[in-house]
């Protein structure tokens, strides 16, 4: 089958989202390239269709969804970094910022709000760089064909730990997607990455390890399995199954990642002593972190070069670091204070716990309500403003 992305280039911003183009009688998935035609009955499962909601159900069966195939385009294609398109994912299966911060292990829930902040605001300049495109090209015949990227997949190892397969779902997709045993032809490759996976777990021990093959080595074992055998070769480097050299002149295949983590484990057990001890005392770490009460505050980001700070409140004083980790990642809400960071660098600021907030034992205690005094009170102390601060006038903390 023919590459889909050059459909990615001409098709309009309705038809991404909507996984196909109509041309006619025809319809074309953008992310692979397969027709189906009207007047023609598709059937599937015991249901006959249509052409153009067969091709609905094509996309949902062999990509997930146009979302899903979307968020596995290259970075140069996207502009999403890998933390970006990860938060994406989260966002898209409906996850709350708890669930989300707690998947990818990255700041606190509030840093992951910080972060739908900035994804929307990469959003509305989408939108005004589409209009200025639009305004371009109806000044000038010009079409900016030397501006588009050649559209190609985010190549990576794909992580085996984020699918959930048990035994049974394995045999179900091998049964399906090899009706005449594992030993013979692939039936299809229209399937979702979960499922891919699987099926390239088992195309894989086709190969020997420890042997070089060549590229035509290669082709002549995938023939045997599927018809478009450079579509295998291609996903078997991508998912990691197999690797080669820069000139394609060598192929060899990869340990699956299981083993690789079976002999990681083997090799973890000779020097097991040393490490338990160590993991012994993280645990101890953590458990003693636990017991630690959360405490709300008043803390300040620093900059040593000029004096100038930034001062903010927060309900854990523990997740201070979080607002580190937005300033390395670019994210940060305050402009100015971002700008500074990417010009000094890390290491011309400070992060400094400022106050700790004490709790009264009265049940009509507004935590919320004395910790705003209580950053009011330092914003009038420190006057964080114009060129003493990161703050744009008296009215707030964060611009």
């Keep these: 089958m023919k590459s889909s992305e050059p459909l990615l280039q001409t098709a309009t911003l309705e038809e991404i989202k909507r996984g196909y183009l109509a041309e006619g009688p025809t319809f074309t998935c953008i992310c692979c390239g397969y027709k189906t035609e009207a007047g023609i009955v598709y059937p599937e499962e015991g249901v006959l269709y249509e052409a153009e909601r067969y091709m609905r159900v094509h996309i949902e069966k062999a990509h997930g969804s146009v979302f899903e195939y979307l968020l596995e385009l290259d970075k140069s294609v996207t502009g999403l970094s890998d933390v970006q398109r990860g938060l994406l994912g989260q966002f898209y299966e409906g996850k709350k910022d708890t669930e989300v911060q707690k998947a990818l292990g990255i700041g606190s829930a509030s840093t992951i709000r910080n972060h739908r902040f900035v994804l929307k605001e990469k959003e509305r300049q989408a939108k005004i760089f589409l209009a200025l495109m639009e305004l371009l090209k109806s000044k000038d015949d010009y079409a900016p064909a030397e501006l588009v990227l050649p559209?190609?997949?985010?190549?990576?190892?794909?992580?085996?730990?984020?699918?959930?397969?048990?035994?049974q779902d394995r045999e179900k997709v091998l049964t399906k997607y090899f009706p005449e045993g594992t030993d013979g032809p692939l039936s299809s490759f229209h399937m979702q990455q979960k499922h891919k996976y699987i099926v390239l777990t088992e195309i894989a021990k086709r190969f020997e390890p420890k042997r070089d093959y060549t590229e035509k080595q290669v082709n002549e074992v995938l023939k045997q399995i599927y018809e478009d055998y450079v579509e295998l070769r291609r996903y078997l480097i991508d998912y990691g199954f197999l690797s080669r050299e820069e000139d394609g002149s060598q192929y060899w295949l990869n340990l699956p990642a299981e083993h690789e983590e079976k002999n990681r484990k083997q090799t973890e057990t000779g020097r097991a002593k040393g490490e338990n001890e160590e993991?012994?005392?993280?645990?101890?770490?953590?458990?003693?972190?636990?017991?630690?009460k959360t405490e709300a505050g008043i803390y300040q980001i620093r900059n040593e070069r000029n004096g100038k700070v930034f001062v903010d409140s927060t309900l854990n004083l523990k997740t201070i670091n979080g607002q580190k980790f937005m300033l390395q990642m670019g994210s940060h809400l305050n402009k100015q204070l971002q700008a500074e960071w990417n010009e000094y660098g890390d290491d011309a600021f400070t992060i400094e716990v400022l106050e700790v907030l004490k709790k009264e034992d009265n049940p009509y205690f507004d935590t919320k309500d004395a910790l705003a005094k209580c950053l009011n009170r330092w914003m009038d102390q420190l006057e964080p403003y114009g060129e003493q601060g990161y703050h744009g006038d008296k009215k707030g903390s964060s611009e």
């Design 151 to 167: 559209v190609t997949r985010h190549v990576h190892t794909i992580n085996y730990k984020q699918f959930d397969i048990s035994e």
């Design 279 to 292: 993991m012994n005392r993280r645990k101890e770490l953590q458990e003693q972190a636990k017991e630690v």
